[in-house]
């Protein structure tokens, strides 16, 4: 079992930044991807970005160019900086820690992001 625990939420102006931070209970060293998911008010959960060993890391299209996904495996983090952020990034932020085998997945508790006009 790994507990996510994220935080750097808040509400920031349009064209401003963020940062999100996602600590680990215990080694990421054994989770094949950690990914950050965002869920708007009335929308789907859905794929901010991923990042995983060996590969170049994944994002959406709506955030490419603006946010930049990178961890820390010595101190089980995974981060998100977020630029040039749009009121459109308004949503509740989740940290994902997926293993291929045996097949788990985790999710954090979810950080608010708000993004005023």
């Known amino acids: 079992q790994v507990q996510l625990v994220e935080s750097g939420g808040g509400l920031v102006q349009a064209g401003g930044s963020l940062r999100l931070s996602c600590v680990a209970s215990r080694s990421i060293f054994s989770i094949d991807v950690m990914g950050w998911y965002r869920q708007a008010p009335g929308k789907q959960r859905e794929l901010v970005a991923s990042?995983?060993?060996?590969?170049?890391?994944n994002y959406a299209d709506s955030v490419k160019g603006r946010f930049t996904i990178s961890s820390d495996n010595a101190k089980n983090a995974v981060y998100l900086q977020m630029d040039s952020l749009k009121p459109d990034d308004t949503a509740v932020y989740y940290c994902?820690?997926?293993?291929?085998?045996?097949?788990?997945?985790?999710w954090g508790q979810g950080t608010q992001v708000t993004v005023s006009s």
């Open positions: 994902n820690a997926h293993r291929h085998w045996p097949l788990a997945s985790y």
């Open positions: 990042i995983q060993r060996g590969v170049p890391a």
